[in-house]
């Protein structure tokens, strides 16, 4: 039997400690693929509440330019004097664009490891899968435009025909008095209700919703969801083209 020889004060390797990622929690989370899910289910919801919560104060619109003005003044000064003139719109404005960027970055970074993980002969297989997910990206394109003429239109005034701070009623007739902003925002709307109807789902998914009978309800509730918001942004520049609110 053959001997091993050692030199003095040599020792065995011992097992290797396992390597942690650098950068902590939040860096590992964000790295992988359930953080960035979590991520855009987390900002879709943030979004979403903000959708139905601007939807509702668009309806005031039906109400005359007292109640709709009003609104948009006591917005400016909630929190005083806790916080200062126009503070909380800003900070709210910040949240929601965190929230957008988040979203968009995820959703981008995810479709790309889709792209490179997929072999050339899966393509084929996806086609009943990839309608939710092209919906989805040509939507988030589509928003992100319409965000961009939205806060040119009534909240920097620079391509509404009125552009008059303080003034939402009769920013908001004036803007939808032209053919092509209530294009914009009609297809810009349509994209909103596809894109919750196919988010609010996946977001359910993401934060552990599988069980049958709540994914039945959760369904049927994006359906109504999307149908709701749909509706209701839509009921704005129908009710300036037809006389309604003038």
Same mark, same amino acid.
């Given at each position: 039997?053959?001997?091993?020889?050692?030199?003095?004060?040599?020792?065995?390797?011992?097992?290797?400690?396992?390597?942690?990622?650098? %950068?902590?929690?939040?860096?590992?989370?964000?790295?992988?693929?359930?953080?960035?899910?979590?991520?855009?289910?987390?900002?879709?919801?943030?979004?979403?509440?903000?959708?139905?919560?601007?939807?509702?104060?668009?309806?005031?619109?039906?109400?005359?330019?007292?109640?709709?003005?009003?609104?948009?003044?006591?917005?400016?000064?909630? %929190?005083?004097?806790?916080?200062?003139?126009?503070?909380?719109?800003?900070?709210?404005?910040?949240?929601?664009?965190?929230?957008?960027?988040?979203?968009?970055?995820?959703?981008?970074?995810?479709?790309?490891?889709?792209?490179?993980?997929?072999?050339?002969?899966?393509?084929?297989?996806?086609?009943?899968?990839?309608?939710?997910?092209?919906?989805?990206?040509?939507?988030?394109?589509?928003?992100?435009?319409?965000?961009?003429?939205?806060?040119?239109?009534?909240?920097?005034?620079?391509?509404?025909?009125?552009?008059?701070?303080?003034?939402?009623?009769?920013?908001?007739?004036?803007?939808?008095?032209?053919?092509?902003?209530?294009?914009?925002?009609?297809?810009?709307?349509?994209?909103?209700?596809?894109?919750?109807?196919?988010?609010?789902?996946?977001?359910?998914?993401?934060?552990?919703?599988?069980?049958?009978?709540?994914?039945?309800?959760?369904?049927?509730?994006?359906?109504?969801?999307?149908?709701?918001?749909?509706?209701?942004?839509?009921?704005?520049?129908?009710?300036?083209?037809?006389?309604?609110?003038?």
């Amino acid at each position: 039997m053959a001997t091993v020889t050692r030199t003095p004060g040599s020792q065995r390797p011992g097992p290797r400690p396992p390597v942690r990622p650098r %950068g902590g929690f939040l860096r590992t989370l964000w790295g992988s693929t359930i953080g960035k899910k979590t991520v855009m289910a987390v900002s879709g919801l943030l979004m979403l509440a903000y959708l139905l919560v601007h939807m509702f104060a668009n309806l005031k619109v039906f109400f005359g330019p007292e109640e709709m003005n009003g609104y948009a003044h006591w917005l400016r000064t909630l %929190g005083e004097p806790l916080l200062r003139h126009g503070w909380f719109l800003w900070i709210a404005r910040a949240v929601l664009l965190a929230a957008v960027v988040l979203h968009g970055v995820s959703a981008y970074q995810l479709s790309r490891r889709d792209i490179a993980a997929r072999p050339v002969t899966y393509r084929h297989q996806r086609r009943q899968a990839s309608y939710a997910t092209r919906t989805m990206r040509w939507g988030g394109i589509i928003l992100a435009l319409f965000i961009v003429w939205h806060i040119l239109d009534l909240t920097t005034g620079t391509v509404n025909p009125r552009g008059q701070e303080g003034h939402p009623y009769e920013n908001i007739v004036a803007g939808f008095q032209n053919w092509y902003a209530n294009v914009i925002y009609i297809v810009a709307m349509l994209a909103v209700g596809l894109h919750i109807r196919h988010g609010f789902w996946s977001a359910a998914q993401t934060l552990g919703v599988t069980r049958p009978g709540a994914a039945r309800v959760l369904k049927a509730g994006a359906n109504v969801l999307a149908l709701a918001i749909t509706a209701g942004f839509l009921s704005v520049p129908i009710g300036v083209m037809t006389g309604v609110v003038k």
